[in-house]
C-alpha cells in the first residue's frame, strides 16, 4: 500500500496542533505583515525605524539587505559603552480580545557581537503590551535559548497576552553591547 504523501502531511499538521507538541506555521497566520524587511531607498526596512535611547550612540546603523531566502536587517552597534540601540515597528499591531496568546518566533545572527554584562542585554524582540488608552501593561522578550553564533538561529515562544491588551509594539535591540546583529522571518501569530 502506497501512503498519499499530501494525506501524510495534513494528518502530521492536525496531529501536532491537537496534541500540543508544535504549532504549524503558515504566512497566513503572521500578523506582521513587515516581518520580510522590504526595503526602502535609504537601504532602512520599510515599516520600521531605528534608534537609541537617552545617550545612545548616533553613528550606529541599520540596513536591510536582499538574500536568496528573503531579506534581513542588521543592526551595526558600534560601541559597548553607547550601545543602547534598536529597531522598532513604527504602528503597533492591533489585537483581538479573542486571542490568549502570540506565537512569536524570528531568526538571528551575530557577528563581533560582546554582550553587555547583565542578561538582559542579550539580544532579542521584545514586546510591549498596551491597553486600549495607551497605558503600558507589559514589557517582555523572546531571546535564543544558549550562546549567540554567527548562524541563523531561531528564536521562538509562546507569549501570554495580558489582559485587557489592545494593541502590541514590536521591537529588537540589545543594550550595552556591540556587534553586528541580524533579524529575519520575524513571524508573530495569535493563539485561542
Request: net charge neutral; glycine share 10%; with cysteine.
Amino acid at each position: 500500500m502506497k501512503l498519499n504523501p499530501l494525506l501524510l502531511s495534513l494528518t502530521l499538521i492536525i496531529t501536532t496542533a491537537v496534541w500540543g507538541q508544535e504549532v504549524p506555521k503558515t504566512v497566513s497566520q503572521n500578523i506582521l505583515f513587515e516581518g520580510g524587511f522590504q526595503e526602502n531607498s535609504n537601504g532602512t526596512p520599510v515599516g520600521w525605524t531605528a534608534g537609541g535611547f537617552a545617550g545612545g550612540d548616533q553613528s550606529n546603523t541599520v540596513k536591510t539587505t536582499e538574500e536568496r531566502d528573503g531579506n534581513y536587517v542588521s543592526l551595526f552597534i558600534k560601541s559597548l559603552d553607547k550601545g543602547m540601540f534598536n529597531l522598532n515597528l513604527v504602528e503597533p499591531v492591533q489585537l483581538k480580545s479573542t486571542w490568549k496568546e502570540l506565537l512569536c518566533s524570528y531568526d538571528i545572527r551575530v557577528f563581533n557581537f560582546v554582550q553587555g554584562p547583565q542578561g538582559h542585554h542579550k539580544p532579542r524582540m521584545h514586546l510591549t503590551f498596551f491597553d486600549a488608552s495607551g497605558l503600558e501593561l507589559i514589557n517582555t522578550g523572546v531571546a535564543v535559548a544558549g550562546n549567540l553564533a554567527d548562524a541563523w538561529q531561531t528564536a521562538e515562544r509562546k507569549v501570554p497576552i495580558p489582559a485587557g491588551a489592545a494593541s502590541v509594539k514590536v521591537w529588537f535591540g540589545t543594550f550595552s553591547s556591540s556587534g553586528q546583529l541580524d533579524f529575519r522571518n520575524i513571524y508573530i501569530a495569535p493563539l485561542p
